[in-house]
């Protein structure tokens, strides 16, 4: 199933995937010289995986609404695949954003 990834040869699915988003107030107003802000998002993501009950942690900085699009089109892709193969579940998230897309984008055309 995984060729020659690590772990190769042992199935570790993942079981569920959390998210959530923390908007969290700086002191003061920062900024970067092309914009400013007065707060950061958190967006963090949570996978369980079987073997040993393995838990994952990942965090990025998008947007609340990033954690609506991996709670309603992301986690769903990831549950039952193995947790040590990247590429599959990778491809497969590609997907299911860019057919998310098409189907906005045809509903505004």
């Known amino acids: ?13 993942i079981t569920s995937v959390e998210v959530s988003a923390y ?5 003061r107003p920062e900024g970067d010289g092309t914009l400013t802000w ?5 967006v963090l993501v949570s996978g369980l995986a079987t073997m040993r009950c393995r838990r994952s942690l990942g965090c990025t900085h998008p947007p609340a609404s990033a954690a609506a699009v ?15 193969d990247v590429r599959a579940p990778w491809g497969a998230m590609v997907r299911a954003v ?3 897309a098409e189907r906005v984008q045809a509903c505004v055309s």
Do not use: Q
């Open 98 to 100: 860019r057919n998310a």
């Open 70 to 84: 991996v709670g309603d089109l992301l986690a769903e892709v990831m549950i039952g695949r193995s947790a040590l």
């Open 1 to 13: 199933m995984m060729g020659t990834e690590r772990g190769a040869g042992h199935d570790v699915p």
């Open 23 to 27: 908007t969290i107030p700086t002191d």
């Open 38 to 42: 007065d707060s950061t998002t958190w």
